[in-house]
């Protein structure tokens, strides 16, 4: 009988499982933005943080200057 009590385990972890999954991949559309778009997005973020930490740098050194 022990054999029925783990399926029942088993489908209960697995159907948690899938929701899990599911609220994730709703998040994602949430956002409404693709996997393409969003690498763009967060691309163009990190060349305007760099920009700024040169421009920042820059403006240390000809202060020191």
């Given at each position: 009988m022990t054999r029925g009590n783990?399926?029942?385990l088993a489908?209960?972890?697995n159907q948690k499982?899938?929701?899990e999954m599911q609220?994730?991949?709703?998040a994602n559309e949430k956002t409404g933005l693709s996997l393409?778009?969003?690498?763009?997005r967060d691309a163009e973020l990190m060349r305007e943080k760099q920009r700024k930490k040169?421009?920042?740098s820059t403006?240390?050194?000809q202060a020191v200057n």
């Open positions: 783990q399926r029942d489908r209960a972890k499982k899938q929701q609220k994730k991949k709703n393409s778009e969003r690498k763009h040169e421009e920042q403006g240390q050194k």
